[in-house]
């Protein structure tokens, strides 16, 4: 059985970079061979769910700008599994979601980057499903918790994104975290051990800094998906911080 995964993918320098971080991850793809990989991307928003349903490779989408050029030169030719997206879409009708399929879009940051560290080899089937930020938590987790029998499958379902994500007041000096940084995901993980789902659901308004951690739910809202896909005791599988306040927690469930 698979467990599920939520995966901060940070900056998109991690495709270049030589870190404890990116060590973690080549680690975790060895340790984890599925026969296909479904990832919830903070990256592509969608008012109704969206799967990727290609069987090609995909393009690598570019959706940031800046970076050094070879960034932009890196290619993760992955292809799709349209059995899978399909299979996926019947499995959200079942639990009463709509989903839609989409033949054209590629990978963006938000999937390649982590698994270009996970899977460099990119021979691993990967379907790309969209987050709709604004869901209310509750129906984020259904959402997860519709996918539950993949893992019997050996199919790795993965949330990518960041619990602490404010790049409005990162400091690019900075090599400590921030205090009130470190209390927000202190507080998930607790929650997130117990179990409390109730007040997760809530954490708008419980958890410490909140609304400093998550100005905008589009980073955070993997985290309640692949907490409902998880069969596990969630476990805190990575923690570190970058520029004060950027969160490199991964969780495993």
């Keep these: 059985m698979m467990p599920s995964l939520f995966l901060a993918h940070g900056s998109p320098m991690l495709a270049l970079e030589d870190t404890l971080y990116t060590h973690f991850l080549s680690d975790l793809g060895g340790k984890l061979q599925p026969k296909a990989i479904v990832i919830f991307t903070a990256h592509w928003e969608k008012e109704v769910l969206t799967v990727s349903a290609i069987d090609q490779t995909y393009e690598t989408i570019y959706d940031f700008y800046g970076f050094p050029p070879e960034l932009y030169e890196i290619k993760y030719p992955a292809k799709g599994s349209v059995s899978l997206a399909e299979k ?28 270009y560290k996970m899977y460099p080899q990119a021979n691993i089937p990967v379907v790309q499903i969209s987050v709709h930020p604004f869901l209310e938590p509750e129906k984020q987790y259904r959402i997860g918790k519709a996918m ?8 790795l379902i993965i949330g990518s994104g960041v619990t602490v994500h404010n790049l409005r007041i ?51 809202v993997p985290l309640f998906i692949a907490m409902g896909c998880g069969s596990n005791q969630p476990k805190t599988i990575f923690r570190s911080y970058e520029l004060g306040t950027l969160s490199y927690l991964c969780m495993q469930f």
């Design 88 to 115: 996926i879409q019947t499995l959200f009708a079942d639990a009463g979601i709509t989903a839609n399929l989409d033949t054209t879009r590629g990978l963006d940051h938000g999937s390649w980057t982590l698994l």
């Design 148 to 155: 539950k029998e993949l893992s019997n499958e050996d199919v």
């Design 170 to 220: 990162i400091n690019w000096n900075q090599t400590e975290p921030e205090p009130w940084a470190v209390q927000f995901d202190d507080w998930l993980i607790d929650k997130m051990e117990k179990q409390d789902l109730i007040s997760l659901f809530q954490y708008e308004k419980l958890a410490p800094n909140a609304s400093l951690a998550v100005p905008r739910p589009e980073h955070f």
